[in-house]
T-cell receptor
Framework: DAKTTQPTSMDCAEGRAANLPCNHS???????VYWYRQIHSQGPQYIIH???NNETNEMASLIITEDRKSSTLILPHATLRDTAVYYC?????????????FGKGTKLSVKP | GAVVSQHPSWVICKSGTSVKIECRSL??????MFWYRQFPKQSLMLMAT?????????EQGVEKDKFLINHASLTLSTLTVTSAHPEDSSFYIC???????????FGPGTRLTVT
């Protein structure tokens, strides 16, 4: 079972920041927070991951609370092409820990 | 970045026939690949883990004799759906580990329709 809780859906106006929350209250010390997204009828796309520090890359920023029980993915200037299902996943570091377990994710709709 | 391709992108086959789906890592070597299945309006479900040169590890409830996985090289894994039935119609997606941080990169998926 997925170890995360996300809202089922969210709307965001084009050009505004999209803030997608994720609850992972049972996260273990060796588990990272990963974010992927899936645009309709495509394979998932890696966005970002982090352990406890905030992370930023060209796609998004990841803010993890100090207690690590929740996080927020921020798309700073959402575009229509960011409409997708966003998955928050917790997983231990390293390949030996295997696959990603996908929950239901958050369906983000960016509207003009 | 890492690129994973799948072929075909969509396939229609008749019930009782077999169909093979290829998953390739284009610019890196992948010792481990994963196969997922996604039914409409549902999330991805892992079917099996494929390791180069060894037998695949199947998730509980996935028939290994029906879904044959071969990972014969560091850049190619194949999934063969044998004796396909309409209930096997689904979106099949592969992924591969890439880099020192073991990020999973996904292929574009293969839409299988069994008539």
């Amino acid at each position: 079972d997925a170890k995360t809780t996300q809202p089922t859906s969210m709307d965001c106006a084009e050009g505004r920041a999209a803030n997608l929350p994720c609850n992972h209250s049972t996260i273990s010390g060796n588990e990272y927070v990963y974010w992927y997204r899936q645009i309709h009828s495509q394979g998932p796309q890696y966005i970002i991951h982090g352990l406890k520090n905030n992370e930023t890359n060209e796609m998004a920023s990841l803010i993890i609370t100090e207690d690590r029980k929740s996080s927020t993915l921020i798309l700073p200037h959402a575009t229509l092409r960011d409409t997708a299902v966003y998955y928050c996943i917790v997983r231990p570091w390293g390949g030996s820990q295997g696959n990603l377990i996908f929950g239901k994710g958050t369906k983000l709709s960016v509207k003009p | 970045g890492a690129v994973v391709s799948q072929h075909p992108s969509w396939v229609i086959c008749k019930s009782g026939t077999s169909v093979k789906i290829e998953c390739r890592s284009l610019d890196f070597q992948a010792t481990t690949m994963f196969w997922y299945r996604q039914f409409p309006k549902q999330s991805l479900m892992l079917m099996a883990t494929s390791n180069e040169g060894s037998k695949a590890t199947y998730e509980q409830g996935v028939e290994k004799d029906k879904f044959l996985i071969n990972h014969a090289s560091l850049t190619l894994s194949t999934l063969t759906v044998t004796s396909a039935h309409p209930e096997d119609s689904s979106f099949y997606i592969c992924s591969a580990y890439y880099g020192v941080s073991y990020e999973q990169y996904f292929g574009p998926g293969t839409r299988l329709t069994v008539t």
